[in-house]
């Protein structure tokens, strides 16, 4: 594995791109036909930068694992006629919702004082649906894999060939699971760790939308912490959730001697987290 500043090379074909913000991922994946990327972002100079890696070979697809703003960026750079791909319900997920990722883009933008407009944004939401199970682009094989829990349509896409597997927003280092709707995204986030098990042992990289890369050996000890944090949530009743979240979020880390909600970031999505179940399960909200 060797950096190239913000660029790590893992196979011959495959190359990681990790932003500033939240330390998210985006793979570079050289095929006959030019690049495929992988979740692009997020910064207009990490897309400048991504860009020039590409540039000379070009750009093939763009791939996106879920329908989260910061997973499904582009530029024009990258060229704009250029076919990207989500599952089928993250396309119409990415339909419904784009006038919020838009307004959540612009308060990224405010929040972090970023001055000019990061993103081309008639670029956007432009992803076509590409179905479960295997496909090939630009002559290389890629298994797409539907990885529901964090977001519904979330899909996992795996380079057999190269033996690399980008597994969206699981699996981080540095980031609690979170939910999206819901109690009703435990079991299915549970069976998605069920089956990246399975695939993370066979694969040489792994690769999470936020955080560091890991061998399969890390990966199975990030999933087992998945899977306990994803446990205790799903023992929360609506008693649990009637006090002082604070205080419970607390405890269930201190129970788990889980350490990736310490950041406060990380707290911030842990707490989350639990407004959203009280949210659900008590119908109030939370906070
Ligand atoms: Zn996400």
């Not at 190239?4 to 893992?10: D, G, I, V, Y």
């Not at 399975?198 to 999470?208: D, E, H, K």
Request: hydrophobic letters at 40%; glycine letters at 10%; proline letters at 4%.
């Amino acid at each position: 594995m060797e950096r190239e500043q913000a660029f790590t090379r893992l196979t011959n074909r495959v190359a990681v791109h990790q932003s500033a913000y939240w330390h998210t991922n985006s793979g570079l994946v050289r095929t006959a036909e030019g690049y495929i990327l992988v979740d692009p972002g997020i910064l207009k100079a990490e897309l400048d930068a991504i860009a020039a890696f590409s540039a000379g070979v070009g750009v093939r697809a763009g791939l996106v694992t879920h329908a989260h703003w910061d997973h499904m960026l582009w530029s024009a750079r990258f060229g704009r006629e250029v076919a990207r791909f989500a599952s089928e319900g993250a396309v119409t997920q990415i339909q419904a919702e784009r006038y919020r990722f838009l307004q959540e883009m612009a308060e990224f933008e405010r929040v972090n004082g970023l001055g000019e407009s990061q993103w081309d944004h008639p670029l956007l939401f432009q992803e076509q649906p590409l179905s479960s199970g295997s496909h090939f682009i630009g002559g290389l094989e890629v298994q797409v894999v539907p990885l529901p829990g964090h977001s519904a349509g979330q899909c996992g896409f795996y380079f057999a060939g190269e033996g690399v597997l980008f597994c969206g927003d699981t699996l981080s280092d540095e980031e609690v699971p979170t939910l999206s709707a819901g109690p009703q995204d435990l079991t299915p986030y549970q069976q998605s760790l069920d089956f990246l098990a399975g695939l993370a042992a066979g694969a040489r990289w792994i690769v999470p939308g936020h955080g560091q890369l890991a061998n399969p050996a890390e990966a199975l000890r990030r999933l087992d912490s998945d899977h306990a944090y994803l446990e205790k949530l799903s023992k929360l009743g609506p008693a649990d959730l009637e006090g002082d979240l604070n205080a419970l979020g607390a405890r269930i880390l201190e129970e788990l001697a889980e350490k990736r909600a310490d950041s406060e970031a990380g707290w911030l999505m842990h707490l989350e987290n639990l407004a959203l179940l009280k949210r659900v399960l008590i119908g109030r909200a939370g906070g």
